[in-house]
């Protein structure tokens, strides 16, 4: 195997249960596996795909055998299969889309350099995140347009659209001792095009939660890390919110301030309107993850338990 197809079989491994969800969307998990038919997406039992295990070696995560046909393999063998294709490269793009990965450049364009992306915009958003994966050790900022540059490690998360594609980037500055944000005036902020979209966490069906803040959201699926989400960034945007075609119902997750209030009004019409069943989790305090850092996981599943509508308390909560 290439390197760069053991690096995406990796990747795929480390987020098996989302893989499956999305090529294997007939199937179910079952303990520490997920089970369906065959590699087709037929309705059964005759496949199970490992969910838990190192990301590569024996027991790893994402190894599937098809009991019925003999068939074995890795995640990229399961999507060359599903999705019928037959070069390796197409799989390895098909792997990276689900990922949000870039494509890489053909050879003969690797030693050309590129002209510089305009500042702020997408493109400029795609190169950010590319190299540093949700990590930057050491990203630009300039606390104001007349300050010097200066260079702190950084939080970066992906805005995406509803194809995966990378539309913007949110950067929190991070303070070098791991203590706290960065001390500059604003030490989190967004570039790219962010209108509609979001950072996402999982692959979204039927059900989805989304809000503002990443802290908030990721707060949020440590309680329920089944749930699929997206953080929208701000009050403004999370009202903006697109949805997809197979969303039925979604739990809009709010911040007890006015801004707050207001995103969840004109979400909750413009996806009433779309014929989605709207559900709000409010939090104990301002928010939930004021919440889980100073209540708590277990007063915050508790919480979140009574709002979820009854179907999904042990889709959701039933492994925790």
Not at 46 to 66: E, M, N, Q, Y
Not at 272 to 291: M, R, Y
């Amino acid at each position: 195997m290439s390197s760069q197809a053991a690096h995406l079989a990796r990747c795929l491994a480390r987020d098996a249960e989302a893989v499956c969800r999305h090529y294997l969307s007939n199937g179910h998990r079952r303990g520490r596996y997920w089970v369906v038919g065959d590699v087709g997406n037929t309705p059964g039992r005759s496949l199970f795909v490992r969910l838990i295990g190192p990301d590569c070696g024996k027991g790893a995560a994402g190894k599937w055998t098809d009991a019925a046909t003999g068939q074995h393999g890795d995640l990229l063998d399961l999507i060359a299969l599903n999705r019928e294709l037959e070069r390796l490269c197409d799989v390895l793009d098909e792997a990276r889309s689900f990922l949000s990965l870039p494509r890489t450049e053909p050879p003969s364009d690797r030693n050309r350099r590129r002209p510089p992306a305009p500042m702020g915009s997408p493109e400029s958003a795609r190169r950010l995140f590319a190299p540093a994966l949700r990590f930057h050790p050491r990203c630009y900022c300039r606390p104001d347009a007349d300050a010097p540059t200066e260079v702190w490690p950084a939080l970066i998360a992906a805005v995406t659209d509803l194809a995966g594609s990378v539309t913007g980037a949110h950067r929190t500055w991070l303070d070098p001792t791991g203590d706290d944000k960065a001390p500059i005036d604003t030490p989190r902020r967004a570039m790219g095009h962010l209108l509609g979209h979001g950072v996402r966490f999982g692959v979204v069906t039927d059900v989805m939660a989304a809000g503002e803040g990443i802290e908030t959201m990721l707060s949020v699926r440590s309680a329920l890390p089944d749930l699929s989400m997206v953080a929208a960034l701000s009050a403004n945007h999370l009202a903006a919110l697109l949805f997809r075609a197979t969303l039925r119902r979604l739990y809009v997750v709010r911040d007890d301030d006015p801004a707050g209030d207001f995103a969840v009004t004109t979400l909750t019409e413009r996806a009433q309107a779309a014929g989605i069943k709207v559900l709000t989790l409010s939090p104990t305090l301002g928010d939930f993850n004021e919440d889980l850092r100073r209540l708590g996981i277990g007063h915050l599943r508790a919480v979140l338990r009574v709002q979820l509508a009854p179907e999904d308390v042990p889709r959701f909560l039933s492994s925790i």
